[in-house]
Structures are given as C-alpha cells and as structure tokens.
C-alpha cells in the first residue's frame, strides 16, 4: 500500500521541450519518493526526448493507473499514439495542437473516475492548440471547460511568495471592467481555501490595488479601489480572516518576497506575473485554483528555440510535482 498521490502528467505540445523535461525529471529520485507520476501523452515522442538527453529510464506503457507499477528508473505511459515519428522539434503543429489538447481530456476523465489525485501539466502552445480546432487561451480555460466549472483562479508559486489573479488573459481596459467586489471576494476565498489545504492557517493575504500607489485616497484614478476592492476586504476581515489592502503593488510584492505575507492578490495578468517571473522562470509553478483537482504547472513555455537539443531545464517541473504533491489530497491505493 502507497499513500504517495498519483499524478498525471500530461505531455504538452510534442514540439516542444514538454516531453524533454518529463523525461529529465522523472530521473529524480525525489519526485518518485514524493509521488506516483504517470504521464499522459505519446510513448514514442517520449523515447525521442529520451534519446535527446541520453536517458537511460526504462519507458512502460499502459492503459490505466492501476497497470502501473510505478518503480522507480522507469517512465510510466497511458500512450494515445496521437504524434507521427516525423514530428520536428520546434514548429507549430495543427497534429501536436490536438494532441495536446486530448492529453488534457483524456486526464480529465481519469480524475472523474478516482484514478488520479493531481494533474501536473507540461506546457502546450496557444496558436498549435488553436490550429488543432481548440479555441482556448491556455490550459487554465480548457480544463475549467472539461470540468464544467464557471470559475477558475491563476497562481503563481515561487519559493518566497504565492500570488493569485483575480483577472488573467484579458486585456488591461477589459480586467479593469470585470473585476468587482464579488470577483475579488471569490478569488481570495480561492486564494484562502488553497492555502489552509496546504497547511497554513489563518493565511496573510495582501491585496493589490489598481491605480499607482492605490490610488493614494482619489489622487490616482476614479475610486477603483473603494468601489471594486475595499467591499470584499471588509467582509472577508468580518470572517475573522487576515486580509490586508488595496495595497500598492510596487511596495507590497517587496513585502511578500521577504515573508510578511502568505499570498498575494493581484488585479490584473502583468501586476501578478512580472513580479514572479524576475525570481527565475526555474523556480516558478502554475496552480489552477478552484477546479474539482489539483493542477499545476510549470511555469514556462513551449521554448521551440531550444526543443529537441537536450538543453531544456527541468526544475520548474519537479517543483510543479511537489506543488501537487502539497496540494493533493491523498487517497490510500495500491502501490
């Protein structure tokens, strides 16, 4: 018997370095003493990758988790057989697109049958899942769509800070427009049931302003801040709960980085993500708050530049694992 949670890792783009960094991570003796890691993808494309950076894993595929046995040394496979031997590294693919777009489903409806705990995604790319036929921004929108939830959250994890968005891949004009006391009050409830999950209790939650300093008692702005943040901050403090703001945002991630708080609640996609990304892409991971499961991500890209040459770093993804390892409630199975 195993209490480790077992994780589906789905492949990502097949042109990309997803299945390069699968493979180098899945060499750590750490993440197979952490968890039961089982990739969701193509068994060919991952013996290419593994040919790519001199892997010596042994590579077993199957049909469902429970055909696993999960050894470590070993690379676990449900194999969709979806990536032609020909695929090359580096391009956009309508064929690599869908793949990675049935990766996901195919994930999904494991969760939905108990088979999995967590989902650790490699990424995909935008404009190949769209020519595949699949019209969403990214993973966050297509696993929110395959679950049937209305409402997701973004965060970013780092060693030093986690930060949640309360709006993601719109732009500035349209974030501003959406966000409203009750947007802000649901995120942070996201933000606050994440956080005790994992262990913290009583979370400090800071939250950002919107206008520069703000918006400095009216200076900066049309009263943002009073009308769409300061309600939620009071009735979320009347529950007794930690939550400090509208704050400005330039001070308060230098705040975050030195420990005083536990997250932060940026308003728009850049507030939140240049912060985190000045820390080093390595160390960042992607959660997706308020699906039926546990998702997280590396936080980086396809990286066409680099894909197929065995240079591609795999410590976003181990730290992606450990993420939801953190995260994943845990069901005692057969190892």
């Known amino acids: 018997m195993s209490d480790r949670p077992v994780i589906g890792i789905t492949m990502g783009d097949a042109a990309g370095i997803g299945p390069e960094v699968i493979v180098r991570a899945l060499a750590h003796g750490d993440v197979h003493d952490a968890c039961r890691p089982l990739v969701i993808g193509d068994a060919g494309r991952l013996r290419k990758a593994m040919a790519v950076v001199g892997s010596t894993l042994e590579l077993h595929t199957v049909t469902a988790p429970a055909e696993a046995s999960f050894k470590r040394g070993q690379i676990e496979c449900i194999d969709l057989g979806l990536i032609p031997d020909d695929l090359p590294w580096g391009q956009i693919s309508s064929v690599a697109g869908d793949a990675a777009y049935r990766y996901i489903a195919k994930t999904v409806e494991l969760i939905e049958a108990g088979e999995l705990d967590a989902i650790c995604t490699a990424p995909l790319n935008k404009e190949a899942l769209h020519a595949g036929g699949h019209i969403f921004p990214g993973h966050t929108e297509l696993l929110a769509h395959l679950t049937g939830t209305e409402e997701v959250s973004m965060m970013l994890v780092t060693p030093k800070m986690k930060v949640?968005?309360?709006?993601?891949?719109?732009?500035?004009?349209?974030?501003?427009?959406?966000?409203?006391?009750?947007?802000?009050?649901?995120?942070?409830?996201?933000?606050?049931?994440?956080?005790?999950?994992?262990?913290?209790?009583?979370?400090?939650?800071?939250?950002?302003?919107?206008?520069?300093?703000?918006?400095?008692?009216?200076?900066?702005?049309?009263?943002?801040?009073?009308?769409?943040?300061?309600?939620?901050?009071?009735?979320?403090?009347?529950?007794?709960?930690?939550?400090?703001?509208?704050?400005?945002?330039?001070?308060?991630?230098?705040?975050?980085?030195?420990?005083?708080?536990?997250?932060?609640?940026?308003?728009?996609?850049?507030?939140?993500?240049?912060?985190?990304?000045?820390?080093?892409?390595?160390?960042?991971?992607?959660?997706?708050?308020?699906?039926?499961?546990?998702?997280?991500?590396?936080?980086?890209?396809?990286?066409?530049?680099?894909?197929?040459?065995?240079?591609?770093?795999?410590?976003?993804?181990?730290?992606?694992?450990?993420?939801?390892?953190?995260?994943?409630?845990?069901?005692?199975?057969?190892?």
């Open 164 to 335: 949640i968005h309360v709006t993601t891949h719109v732009g500035i004009i349209d974030a501003i427009a959406r966000i409203n006391p009750g947007l802000v009050t649901r995120t942070i409830e996201r933000a606050h049931e994440t956080l005790t999950r994992a262990g913290k209790q009583n979370p400090r939650i800071a939250v950002c302003g919107i206008n520069p300093h703000a918006g400095e008692n009216g200076l900066f702005g049309y009263g943002e801040e009073d009308e769409k943040i300061v309600p939620a901050i009071n009735a979320l403090r009347e529950r007794g709960w930690d939550v400090e703001g509208p704050l400005p945002a330039d001070t308060l991630f230098f705040r975050a980085g030195r420990g005083d708080f536990d997250c932060v609640v940026a308003m728009y996609h850049d507030q939140g993500h240049g912060p985190v990304k000045v820390m080093g892409l390595e160390a960042g991971v992607n959660v997706t708050v308020g699906l039926p499961v546990v998702r997280t991500s590396v936080d980086h890209g396809t990286a066409f530049d680099i894909a197929g040459k065995g240079i591609a770093d795999e410590r976003s993804l181990i730290e992606a694992l450990h993420q939801a390892v953190e995260l994943a409630s845990r069901r005692t199975v057969a190892a």
